[in-house]
Nanobody, 121 residues
Framework: VQLVESGGGLVQPGGSLRLSCAASRFTFSSYAMSWYRQAPGRERELVACISNAGDFIYYADSVKGRFTISRDNGKNTVYLQMNSLKPEDTAVYYC???????????????WGQGTQVTVSS
């Protein structure tokens, strides 16, 4: 399994970022895919999940209405569009296959390096 996240950065409150996760070495189109985040001193949390065909989507209450998850099975890539960012969104963001749709548990124990998102004025 290989997962490579990108697109993070420093943004002001109210700003936007688009994260990408390029996946390889597994059958991407067979898995629901999730975005997770981990803030300092906190456990990793599930942010959003998209079914393998893209027809079912889950969002954590904290990001509902602001974040949009999408995927391109032809490119083995999952995206997270983040709008109206808040300081509390500051975290390292990771992607992984989901063990089941909207499950907090990832399918694989291997993780990418993540991408840092910092929301600050």
């Amino acid at each position: 399994v290989q997962l490579v996240e990108s697109g993070g950065g420093l943004v002001q409150p109210g700003g936007s970022l688009r994260l990408s996760c390029a996946a390889s070495r597994f059958t991407f189109s067979s898995y629901a895919m999730s975005w997770y985040r981990q803030a300092p001193g906190r456990e990793r949390e599930l942010v959003a999940c998209i079914s393998n065909a893209g027809d079912f989507i889950y969002y954590a209450d904290s990001v509902k209405g602001r974040f949009t998850i999408s995927r391109d099975n032809g490119k083995n890539t999952v995206y997270l569009q983040m709008n109206s960012l808040k300081p509390e969104d500051t975290a390292v963001y990771y992607c992984n296959a989901a063990s089941a749709f909207a499950s907090r548990r990832a399918a694989f124990t291997s993780w990418g390096q993540g991408t840092q998102v910092t929301v600050s004025s």
